[in-house]
């Protein structure tokens, strides 16, 4: 019952700036807290930062100070503004929401590539 489309990956060379949105629809009052992942080619699909209801925030250390996530409740959407991008950052990256009965959503993912 959610949908969730995710935009504004691409490549940028290290050192550069994406900043990645995803958009939810659907029943969106049920949705409590949303996050990106990402994952690399032969590595596991990992959290990059995810944000509740009430604007609490998580993030993994290797983006900590380097990524901001941002949640806009008028608009139903999610932001990752990625800052400082290092080529260890390539990955698709999954935009995901959970409702508050613990059932899980997913994007269709997003690539970002750092490369010089």
């Known amino acids: 019952q959610v949908q969730l489309v995710e935009s504004g990956g691409g490549l940028v060379q290290p050192g550069g700036s994406l900043r990645l949105s995803c958009a939810a629809s659907g029943s969106i009052f049920s949705i409590n807290t949303m996050g990106w992942y990402r994952q690399a080619p032969g590595k596991q699909r990992e959290l990059v930062a995810d944000?509740?209801?009430?604007?609490?925030?998580n993030y993994a250390g290797s983006v900590k100070g380097r990524f901001t996530i941002s949640r806009d409740n008028y608009k139903n959407t999610v932001s990752l503004q990625m800052n400082s991008l290092k080529p260890e950052d390539t990955a698709v990256y999954y935009c995901a929401a959970v409702n508050f009965r613990g059932r899980d959503y997913w994007g269709q993912g997003t690539q970002v590539t750092v490369s010089s």
């Open positions: 944000i509740t209801s009430l604007g609490n925030t």
